[in-house]
Every structure is written in structure tokens, then in C-alpha cells.
């Protein structure tokens, strides 16, 4: 299912970037109504999404339009006010840049269909991977340390009536083995190389010695550098171009479990998409044999 989603909502922002006529700092795309062929989603989850745009204070303003025949509404929005407050706190690792809604409910889904029973999205900004794997019915525990953003979530958690757990504190400082969520999915919010390095060092050094099975159970969610979407890329993403991850996966004996090509704010006037690697233990349930393409 999350595969249908992907691979649609990839080719909707690669028409949309094509036409696209706006001069708004961010836009995405969400269907106005679920369809089995392009976006098989329960219909209450995606008015669930459009509920967490609509009280979005980073989005200011939407308009209808139809793409690859299909009824989409385009929300367009500015982070610049955001973006300048995380990177105003000394242990920031990551400037604030959104996913696209559809693909942070891609990622929840795939945490899920790993058997992963909570999230923790360390680096949340507005807390959208957290709020889908919430509307999944896992347990959440979204972590953010610019109190700006802080208060968007408690906002849109105020909002939609949804509560994904956050919490204002320094992702580095957190204890994961406090958090009581068997089965973790956790999510690092950085690219490899622009700090998301230190958010993923900083999570694996605290699960690695926090003893247990944490480790063992875990799966890590790691948004790669992107590149171009199709056989050809997947391809080489799967023969060890795992986004810049590679040398933190092999320091920590982690292993892709699968390689999923999504659109976020970052990729959006470009021909290519965002890699987001699963990564669990070598050797653990799954692990081997890595799955490159979006089914």
C-alpha cells in the first residue's frame, strides 16, 4: 500500500514542479479524496492530513488542482521564520526542512509494516512523521529543541485533537530507554553530512549503552541525499550508495532493510527525490536482502 502512495505522489510533484506557477517559498500536494489506484489511504487519515496543513502556521494559503487526473490541493507556505530559529540553539544539528505530508504518512506506514509498535522522531520540526505514525496508532514521542517549533506542534496537536507526544528538550541529551516503546522506529531528522551524522551518532551511542534489546528491536529511519528516482538509481542505491549513510550503518553494524524514494521541500524543483533508508541490526529479522524499489 505505502509502495502505491510513493510511487504516486512522486509522479503528482514531478507534474506539479513542471506547472507549478506560484511564488511560494514551499509547496506539496495532498489528494482530496483517497484513491486505490494512486493513494489508498482510509479516508478519516487523510482528512486527518489535510487538518494537520490547515493548522500549520507554515503554510499560508491552498488552491485546487487537478494532476495526472486526479483532484490534488496544493498547499504553499514559507519556513523561512522556523528555519532561522533552529539553527539559533548551539546543539542544533539540522536546520528545519520539511517531508512532504504524504511521505512522512509513506514512512510511518513502512515503520509500521516493519512491526514496529511506537516512533520517536528525533529533530521532529513540525512533528509530521510523528502525527501520521500517531494516526497508525502507535505510541509517539516527538522530540524537538527549538521551542518556536515546540509550540507548532502543541498548536496542531491542539487542533487536530491528535496528541503525538512532544517534547522540547536536546535530542542528544534524550534517554530512548526511558521512552517504554517496544519495537522503536526512530527517525532521525538530518541529512548525513549537515548534522544528521550527530543526531544518528548521538541516538546509537545512547541505545547501543542502554543495554536490553532496544538495539536488537530497532529500526532507524535515516533521510539519504538524494538521487534520481528509477531502476537505474535504485539500483545503485542498493549495490552501497545508501544516501552518505554508509559509514555510520557500518560503524554500528547496521544493515538497509529497504530504500524508499520520497518527495520533500528540499527536492521539489529537482528531477530526483529523497532516499529514506530502514536500517535495523546486521543479521537481525529482515535484515538482509535490501528492497530498493517503492512496492
Known amino acids: 500500500m505505502y509502495g502505491t502512495i510513493a510511487d504516486g505522489i512522486t509522479s503528482v510533484k514531478r507534474e506539479m514542479s513542471k506547472c507549478y506557477s506560484g511564488g511560494a517559498h514551499i509547496q506539496e500536494a495532498l489528494p482530496v479524496r483517497p484513491s486505490k489506484e494512486t493513494f489508498p489511504i482510509e479516508e478519516s487519515h487523510l482528512r486527518a492530513l489535510h487538518g494537520f496543513a490547515e493548522s500549520n502556521p507554515i503554510y ?3 488552491f485546487q488542482q487537478d494532476l495526472a487526473g486526479t483532484e490534488y490541493t496544493i498547499y504553499e507556505g514559507d519556513i523561512n521564520e522556523y528555519w532561522l530559529g533552529s539553527i539559533k540553539h548551539g546543539t542544533s544539528c539540522q536546520p528545519f526542512y520539511p517531508t512532504w505530508l504524504a511521505s512522512a504518512y509513506v514512512l510511518a506506514t513502512a ?3 516493519f512491526g514496529c509498535t511506537g516512533l520517536v522522531d528525533i529533530g521532529s520540526g513540525d512533528g509530521r512523521i510523528a502525527f501520521c505514525a500517531a494516526l497508525l496508532g502507535m505510541r509517539t514521542r516527538s522530540i524537538e529543541i527549538d521551542d518556536s ?38 527517525a532521525v531528522g538530518g541529512l548525513p553530512q549537515m548534522g544528521g ?8 551511542e545512547k ?14 529511519i535515516l533521510a539519504g541525499e538524494g538521487d534520481s528516482s528509477g531502476p537505474a538509481a535504485r539500483k545503485r542505491i542498493g549495490a552501497g550508495g545508501l544516501g552518505g549513510w554508509e559509514p555510520i550503518m557500518a560503524k554500528y553494524g ?11 521541500v ?17 543479521g537481525s529479522s529482515g535484515a538482509s536482502g535490501v528492497e530498493t524499489s517503492n512496492a
Not at 551524522?197 to 546509537?204: D, K, N, T, Y
Not at 547501543?208 to 529500526?219: F, P, Q, R, T, W
Not at 547496521?254 to 520533500?264: D, F, G, N, Q, W
Open 111 to 113: 515503520a509500521k509494516g
Open 207 to 220: 541505545i547501543k549503552n542502554g543495554g536490553g534489546s532496544i538495539m536488537s528491536e530497532a529500526v532507524v
Open 266 to 282: 528540499w527536492t521539489f524543483d529537482q528531477d530526483k527525490e529523497t532516499p529514506y533508508i530502514f536500517a535495523g541490526p546486521a
Open 254 to 264: 547496521l544493515s538497509a532493510r529497504r530504500v524508499i524514494s520520497l518527495p520533500t
Open 197 to 204: 551524522e550527530m543526531l544518528a551518532e548521538g541516538l546509537l
Open 60 to 62: 499560508h494559503g491552498s
Open 149 to 186: 517549533l515546540v509550540k507548532l506542534q502543541e498548536e496542531v496537536a491542539a487542533s487536530t485533537g491528535t496528541d503525538f507526544g512532544t517534547v522540547c528538550m536536546d535530542a542528544l541529551a534524550a534517554d530512548y530507554g526511558s521512552m517504554d516503546i517496544s519495537r522503536p522506529a526512530f
